[in-house]
């Protein structure tokens, strides 16, 4: 049995790369392996350590800069593999705490894994500033972790690594929900015709307007007899990341305003989606929409996949490569394709009812365990020279 150490934010709260953090870290206790999770601590707290499994622990002690006690419990723990969740914009000020320890343990030759998140959009947001920061955190890196082709491809091109190790992001599997749970899904978003959904984050990578662009043409293709719901909100962000995170909210001012302009269509938002109700709020939808422009990898599509939605989305890389065959693919940005694939799905029951049992197979075949397992096993045969540019 391996230790890991984990270098990550952690959930609460409800972030999307904390929430994959505790997903593995549950498959590795699972599995009988040893895990630390040095997590950012929450503001005005002191140390505080929490026992999330049998065999996991969760310190939020991860400081701008670390302290000799942060240092120490690194130290103490004796891992046998550092796995650090990457993402500038997630990490923000504890960057600079994460790349110290990592150095820690390079000088001790302990393999440090890292997984990469968002390659193609910092890269493009962040330019200079992020290019100076990834090639700081590559030469720190023994095994670069990525979970699309398309992350794999943008750490290529940046001629940082020669490879990475492509891994699933993993699915909870077959999300459980009853009966009650999804009456109760109903009655909060007054759901009474079949549903469009857009759930997730409000940002314009996501193409949330190429959707509403569709919402008339369905509306009068069915005959109004369609609900929308847009549900999520920007992303609260701290530092110079508030610049991106008014760039979203720009952005979902825009859509409330597009909306009011489309005949016919019942749309409606909304915000925050309690966790617990997520699944069955996804299984409920006729169709979810994933009408992406860009995307490196989507936490939202998984979930889709685990619970069984019948999904139209944008034909690239970073939605085929979890989604496979569980999915109707149409050209991003194309609202007048979009409208007619949807409208299609809608008009036939027995390809939603095939659709729904696709989802659910893959779903059951790209579980947590499976996507902890690999990364473990790259962290432990790792070569650094068969990844270094």
Not at 14 to 39: F, Q, S
Request: proline residues 4%.
């Amino acid at each position: 049995m391996a230790q890991i150490l984990v270098l990550s934010p952690y959930e609460p709260p409800a972030d999307g790369i904390a929430k994959h953090t505790a997903r593995l870290v549950e498959a590795w206790d699972a599995a009988g392996h040893d895990v630390l999770v040095i997590a950012p601590g929450r503001r005005g707290s002191s140390k505080e350590t929490e026992a999330v499994g049998p065999r996991s622990n969760v310190v939020r002690i991860l400081h701008q800069f670390p302290k000799r006690s942060v240092l120490n419990t690194a130290a103490d723990f004796r891992p046998d593999v550092v796995f650090v969740q990457f993402a500038i914009s997630t990490l923000n000020v504890n960057l600079w705490s994460v790349m110290n320890l990592c150095k820690q343990f390079a000088a001790a030759r302990v393999p440090v894994v890292v997984a990469y998140h968002e390659p193609t959009r910092e890269y493009d947001l962040l330019r200079f500033v992020s290019r100076q920061i990834y090639r700081r955190v590559a030469r720190l890196t023994d095994v670069p972790i990525v979970f699309s082709a398309t992350g794999r491809q943008a750490l290529i091109e940046s001629g940082l690594f020669k490879d990475a190790v492509q891994v699933h992001l993993g699915t909870i599997g077959v999300a459980k929900m009853s009966v009650d749970d999804i009456e109760r899904v109903k009655s909060i978003y007054k759901i009474r015709k079949p549903l469009v959904l857009s759930l997730g984050f409000t940002s314009v990578d996501k193409g949330t307007d190429v959707l509403l662009e569709a919402a008339g043409e369905i509306a009068t293709s069915r005959d109004g007899d369609v609900q929308f719901l847009i549900a999520g909100s920007p992303r609260r962000r701290r530092g110079a990341f508030r610049l991106m995170e008014r760039r979203d909210v720009n952005y979902q001012r825009r859509l409330e305003g597009q909306a009011k302009t489309i005949a016919r269509a019942e749309i409606a938002f909304g915000s925050y989606v309690d966790e617990r109700d997520v699944p069955s709020l996804l299984f409920v939808a006729a169709v979810v929409a994933l009408p992406y422009r860009r995307i490196t990898q989507s936490a939202m599509a998984n979930l889709a996949l685990s619970s069984r939605s019948v999904i139209v989305c944008s034909d690239i890389s970073g939605l085929r490569s979890d989604l496979g065959d569980a999915a109707r693919y149409v050209v991003a940005g194309d609202s007048h394709a979009l409208a007619e694939e949807i409208v299609r799905v809608l008009g036939d029951h027995r390809e939603s009812v095939r659709m729904r049992d696709l989802s659910g197979k893959r779903a059951a075949s790209n579980t947590y365990a499976i996507a902890a397992e690999e990364i473990l096993s790259a962290g432990l045969a790792h070569r650094a020279t068969d990844f270094l540019g």
